[in-house]
């Protein structure tokens, strides 16, 4: 048996995606895969040192690791017209943002490269993403970058949205999505077990869109207290076709979030985005 580690976040949308191969759900051979749960900017930390054989991770990191990982073409998370939201206690309007303070949920996030590319210049502090509403509602902070479940209930907890960075972006891109994460595998294991892997995490995929149900019942011990329908629509937004295949409009849009990064200083080099296969 080869065995190969698999890391991702102990999120409702991933544990969905990877449902198939976390249960046995297909026949992988003699490969055996060792799950690793980690929240994203761990994950991102990890990946500089090429610890895991694939791994989620931020496409802003990406940049960082790409001598080390490719992209798989699939496993993305990828907001099409909506994305991270910077949400506030009070009414700002975005011009004001660059004098807030603003918990993020890491630097090597996509979310905080498309805020940088908004705005470039405000004051942050790192926040786990699971705590940033709180930061925010108990005033350590003047507003929060929200990329997961929170993008969903924040008015009800009396907050306001200053931006919604995936609305932007496809404005400002004239119709592109926003990526946010993807899926990556180490470039040494040779070209022959990329393959193979890539095959079986795309089964995955497609096992759990085709058994929606029984994925997202599974889903629902890592979608913290949410409720089954808002888990649901949180899990649709994230894993949907365009995780099944980017397409070329998806790849164009990690193409040029990257350079973005690179034009406006972010990213202080250029990157090569290449896909397995």
């Not at 490969?31 to 500089?48: R, V, W």
């Not at 939201?85 to 490269?113: C, D, N, Q």
């Not at 077990?193 to 629902?220: P, Q």
């Not at 649709?236 to 099944?244: A, I, Q």
């Amino acid at each position: 048996m080869t065995t190969i580690t698999l890391a991702h976040s102990p999120d409702s949308d991933d544990a969905f995606m990877h449902y198939a191969l976390a249960t046995n759900k297909i026949d992988t051979g003699d490969l055996c895969f060792e799950h690793t749960l980690q929240d994203i900017q761990t994950l991102n930390e990890e990946a500089t040192r090429g610890r895991y054989d694939v791994t989620a991770i931020s496409f802003h990191a990406f940049a960082y690791v790409s001598d080390k990982y490719a992209l798989l073409p699939h496993g993305a998370s990828i907001g099409d017209n909506y994305g991270p939201i910077v949400v506030a206690r009070k009414s700002y309007k975005p011009e004001e943002l660059s004098g807030l303070t603003v918990a993020i949920p890491g630097e090597m996030t996509s979310a905080f490269l498309a805020l940088r590319l908004f705005c470039p210049s405000f004051a942050y502090e790192v926040v786990p993403f699971d705590k940033i509403i709180d930061a925010v509602r108990e005033e350590r902070v003047d507003a929060g970058l929200l990329i997961h479940e929170g993008q969903l209930f924040y008015h009800q907890l009396g907050l306001h949205k200053i931006v919604d960075l995936g609305e932007w972006w496809f404005k400002r891109t004239n119709g592109l999505p926003l990526p946010m994460g993807g899926n990556v595998i180490r470039r040494d294991l040779g070209s022959e077990l990329i393959a193979r892997v890539s095959g079986y995490l795309k089964e995955s995929i497609r096992y759990s869109l085709d058994h929606r149900a029984e994925a997202l019942d599974y889903a629902m011990q890592f979608a913290r207290d949410m409720e089954p329908q808002l888990a649901d629509r949180f899990v649709g937004m994230w894993v949907n076709e365009l995780t099944l295949d980017y397409t070329e409009r998806g790849r164009e849009a990690v193409r040029l979030l990257l350079a973005e990064g690179t034009a406006q200083g972010i990213i202080p080099h250029e990157v090569k985005v290449d896909f397995v296969g």
